[in-house]
């Protein structure tokens, strides 16, 4: 059973015509007939008196709500899809990491709310790995997070690199490792540390990182919030692992000390004159992700573009020129 032999079928229906109902569809008379006669052929029954008024069978009034009911569904359906299409959908949902939503979406939420007055914006901060996996699960439109592969190599998947940050300590400014420009692995190692929740990219890199390296992370406290971060470790000896734009408000408070980390060297890297050779500086790469059908609705691809504009695209080697 097709769209169009149904629409044959009402349009025959209202206007009790093959010859009306051709001249309504803007078809021959014989293009009407064949699609009813092959919606009969179909349902087994006959729809219609052929007589000089084309009436109703039983079957015909047994199928003709049904009909219009399917075709009014139609009918809705392509109308949204057409609203979808011309940027009317209701809401856009974004999903971002606290850093981000704090330091460089203000500016993009703006614009959009101006170009797009009729699109309700919703922003939720989330870790990495959950703004992706709802990503994934259509719960949100577009994700601006840490990189984690595993949901991102999907072929479904556009993603785009927006930077390259350090991670760096954060950590009360009477603290001993306060005294470093550059803390080395040896001495951070050696402090309990306060990590994001589960669920939270960090939390995962931090982990990795110490696997990497052979040491165990002395975890003592997670938490989910940058104000909870500083305020903790404001208090005493505990220290954590954020990256560079995390850090922004810490760096200008005086109770609190920000410093770089020192890159290991590894013995079994040596370079050409029998060097041991520094392992590249530990960063976190920052990506815009959506899914490529959702960059065919003008709303979701002009916030794309605006990430793109408004987010600054730096890397470690300009960082480490500023001091940072």
């Not at 797009?116 to 699960?137: H, I, M, N």
């Not at 984690?148 to 556009?158: C, H, I, S």
């Not at 530990?282 to 002009?302: G, K």
Request: with cysteine; proline share 5%.
């Amino acid at each position: 059973m097709r769209l169009e032999q149904l629409q044959a079928f009402l349009s025959v229906a209202e206007t009790g015509s093959f010859q009306q109902a051709a001249r309504k569809c803007g078809v021959t008379q014989s293009t009407i007939s064949r699609q009813v006669q092959g919606l009969e052929a179909e349902v087994g029954l006959s729809l219609f008196h052929r007589t000089a008024h084309a009436k109703l069978t039983v079957g015909g009034e047994c199928l003709l709500p049904h009909a219009r009911k399917i075709c009014q569904t139609w009918q809705n359906a392509a109308e949204e899809l057409e609203e979808l299409l011309a940027g009317k959908q209701p809401e856009l949902c974004v999903a971002a990491i606290h850093s981000v939503c704090a330091a460089y979406l203000p500016p993009v939420l703006q614009k959009f709310c101006r170009d797009y007055p009729e699109v309700q914006l919703r922003v939720t901060s989330l870790g990495s790995d959950r703004a992706l996996k709802v990503l994934k699960d259509g719960l949100v439109d577009i994700a601006v997070v840490m990189n984690n592969r595993y949901f991102t190599q999907a072929p479904e998947m556009l993603v785009e690199v927006l930077y390259n940050e350090p991670i760096e300590v954060l950590m009360a400014a009477g603290h001993p490792l306060a005294q470093y420009d550059r803390v080395p692995w040896p001495e951070l190692i050696c402090y309990p540390q306060v990590v994001f929740k589960d669920g939270y990219g960090m939390q995962r890199m931090v982990q990795e990182q110490f696997g990497r390296i052979g040491a165990k992370l002395h975890a003592v406290l997670e938490l989910n919030t940058l104000d909870a971060f500083r305020g903790v470790v404001r208090q005493g000896e505990l220290i954590a692992l954020l990256p560079h734009s995390a850090l922004v408000e810490a760096k200008t408070d005086r109770t609190l000390a920000v410093r770089s980390i020192a890159q290991e060297r590894s013995n079994s890297k040596v370079s050409a004159i029998g060097q041991s050779v520094a392992d590249p500086a530990w960063t976190r790469e920052v990506v815009l992700v959506t899914t490529h059908d959702r960059m065919q609705i003008p709303p979701i691809a002009h916030f794309w573009n605006l990430v793109r504009e408004f987010v600054p695209p730096f890397d470690v080697i300009k960082l480490e020129k500023s001091g940072s």
